[in-house]
């Protein structure tokens, strides 16, 4: 209630009497929707961000092809609010279905009908606080006599599979909405003049009162004189009416004649006409005889506005009455555009969409033959390789995906994101075939932010989302993990990076991906069965005798099962021109301490002996100090004399010096 009461007082509901008995309260239940968190938002892309310069690079940018206001909130709105009711999901993909594969309907309902609809409530709300004009009202009114246009399309719908579902969720209502708005029509009808609207001007029949008739009569007499005034100015100048120069209300001089800049010549130092203005379109001219009446002209309808004034305010409140129903209109319209949006873009991506299988939470498996991600795909010059996905209960549910920088790691686990979600919102999907199950929230920890004025470092940040998705996540959710642990010491980051996916496996025991540069985190896949080790593939050129230090990588962007123990961060390095000197001393240096974790690893290197030759040399090199312990006791011998003493016993035992784990030790 305290967030209810900051929001009604950020938005001044209670300052303004028009809003009291407008609003209710009411409990949202939050359980019919996925949950998103602000990351999982940023993570995915699905609004368009700050520095977002193509539209197609957010998911909203991408799927927003609605032709009015309204339909775009809504999109927005069902982008975050993902639903969790199969049957409720299912009503939308039926419905996107018939728009996919009726290619008409689906053109007609953009480019002709919903083209033209206002934003009704924004329309509906100015009735409502009483800011309305004569506009509003025609406004309101266009919409109402192009409802017809709509029900005749839908019920031209031959295909009764699709007859049915379209019928219940708009020809129903359209049909009923029409009819109770008739009666608005008729009233616009009969009170305000329709034909002015070609002249932008808004107001009542002048038949409708006699002040006004007499006012009318006036005015057109004034309109005749100056259109005689403006074609003696076209013959007198010799040009073209319409085409040269034209009569026109500009906003500040009123009516008076404008002559393109190439023609304006033609009235220089000619006292008889007289210049108002010169703009990119023109010049702006007027004459004493255009002048004088259109003075006349002003005053008159300043006098015919003040004499309507009351019948306009009659209008729009008879108008103000019909605001619930233009506001279901509203709403009835907004899901038609969105529905059709999202149907526009399964049939124009690269490749069409295809609609998913949905499976009941906590049931059945995610398979995704030929995933793609929606905005990569878009991008120009992009041939994008797609991959399978199947995350299995107890089989597949935790992916560990290992491989180079810039391999298609992020991309992968994203789009396995993007995907589902795109699924639960009623959109088909960007494989080629495809069956989801329900996830109750999708948690993402992707990218490093910090915020210094809060005091949370990047790895802070990093430990503080991760915090929430341990907390969060139940067994029905969907979790995304990118480069956990990278933001302090690799050992510290390891073992969180490990205890966190045991944690998630065992504990929580929900679908996960994890992509991560650890590659001793595959060792999961060993103790637990549901955990799948995955790597992104990248084909190795090795180098010429000319470069040898030179690796040509190809990254190949496709997932195969099993493990990639290599990164290639300095190949990377290399793509962005690092000085030669550098990338050279990288290598250098990666190629030390990889022969110095090799010969340190797991303590001795025990990694590399089997377990018999490890305990026979362990036993015999035991056997030896126990003996050369006896031999020294006493204390008589020096420093010298025992180290001598020691090399005499371990030369006389033959087993001892053949055994591969002793000669590794005494090596070191």
Request: net charge negative.
């Amino acid at each position: 209630m305290g967030s209810a009461a900051a929001l009604i007082k950020y938005l001044g509901i209670m300052q303004d009497p028009s809003n009291f008995g407008q609003f209710q309260l009411y409990q949202h239940d939050l359980s019919h929707y996925m949950k998103l968190d602000a990351a999982a938002l940023k993570a995915l892309n699905l609004m368009p961000g700050a520095r977002d310069g193509a539209k197609n690079m957010s998911l909203y940018g991408l799927l927003n092809h609605c032709r009015t206001p309204v339909g775009s909130r809504l999109l927005s709105q069902w982008l975050k609010q993902p639903l969790m009711d199969k049957v409720e999901i299912e009503k939308r993909q039926q419905l996107v279905e018939a728009f996919v594969n009726d290619t008409e309907l689906r053109q007609t309902m953009q480019e002709e009908h919903l083209k033209s609809v206002p934003d009704l409530y924004r329309l509906a709300n100015r009735f409502q606080r009483k800011k309305a004009n004569l506009e509003d009202v025609v406004r309101a009114y266009q919409v109402v006599i192009r409802l017809p246009g709509f029900l005749g399309t839908l019920e031209g719908v031959m295909d009764e599979v699709y007859k049915d579902p379209l019928e219940e969720q708009y020809t129903k209502t359209l049909r009923d909405m029409s009819n109770s708005l008739g009666k608005l029509a008729e009233m616009v009808e009969t009170t305000v003049d329709l034909d002015a609207l070609d002249n932008h001007e808004f107001i009542i029949k002048p038949e409708f009162d006699d002040g006004l008739r007499i006012i009318r009569r006036k005015l057109d007499k004034l309109r005749h004189e100056m259109d005689t005034e403006f074609r003696n100015a076209a013959d007198d100048l010799n040009q073209e009416e319409n085409k040269k120069i034209f009569l026109e209300n500009h906003k500040v001089h009123g009516w008076c004649m404008r002559l393109t800049r190439t023609e304006a010549g033609c009235i220089r130092n000619n006292k008889k006409y007289q210049e108002c203005s010169t703009q990119k379109n023109g010049v702006y001219f007027t004459t004493k005889q255009l002048l004088a009446s259109r003075r006349e002209f002003d005053q008159l309808s300043q006098t015919y506005n003040r004499t309507q004034s009351s019948l306009v305010s009659e209008v729009v409140g008879v108008a103000a009455s019909y605001c619930p129903i233009l506001e279901q209109l509203a709403g009835v319209l907004a899901h038609l555009d969105v529905i059709v949006s999202l149907a526009h873009c399964s049939v124009h991506a690269p490749t069409s969409y295809v609609r998913p299988k949905i499976h009941p939470r906590g049931q059945g498996s995610t398979v995704l033959k030929e995933a793609r991600h929606p905005c990569l795909e878009m991008q120009d010059d992009i041939q994008f390789i797609t991959n399978d996905v199947e995350l299995t209960r107890g089989e597949s549910s935790f992916l560990i995906i290992t491989g180079p920088n810039m391999g298609g790691k992020s991309t992968y686990i994203r789009q396995i994101g993007v995907i589902a979600l795109m699924a639960q919102i009623g959109c088909f999907v960007p494989c080629s075939e495809a069956e989801v199950t329900i996830f109750d929230s999708i948690l993402a920890r992707v990218g490093a932010s910090d915020s210094q004025l809060k005091g949370v470092s990047t790895f802070m940040a990093e430990m503080l989302e991760t915090a929430n998705i341990l907390k969060s996540a139940t067994a029905e959710s969907l979790i995304i993990i990118d480069e956990l642990g990278r933001g302090t010491s690799t050992y510290d980051g390891f073992g969180l990076a490990w205890a966190i996916s045991e944690h998630i496996v065992k504990e929580i025991g929900c679908s996960a991906m994890f992509a991560t540069h650890f590659h001793e985190l595959t060792a999961l896949a060993e103790q637990y069965p549901q955990v799948k080790n995955l790597h992104v593939t990248a084909h190795i050129a090795s180098g010429t005798a000319s470069s040898a230090e030179k690796r040509e990588v190809t990254l190949l962007y496709k997932v195969e099962p099993g493990i990639c123990d290599q990164s290639f961060g300095i190949h990377v390095a290399e793509l962005v021109r690092f000085p030669d000197k550098v990338v050279r001393m990288a290598k250098r240096k990666a190629d030390e301490l990889e022969d110095f974790t090799a010969k340190h690893e797991d303590g001795l290197g025990l990694q590399r002996y089997s377990k018999e030759d490890v305990e026979e040399g362990s036993a015999r090199l035991k056997q030896v100090l126990l003996q050369w312990k006896e031999e020294v006791q006493g204390g008589q011998m020096s420093k010298e004399e025992m180290v001598s003493k020691m090399r005499e016993l371990v030369k006389a035992d033959a087993t001892l010096l053949a055994n591969p784990f002793f000669t590794a030790v005494k090596a070191l």
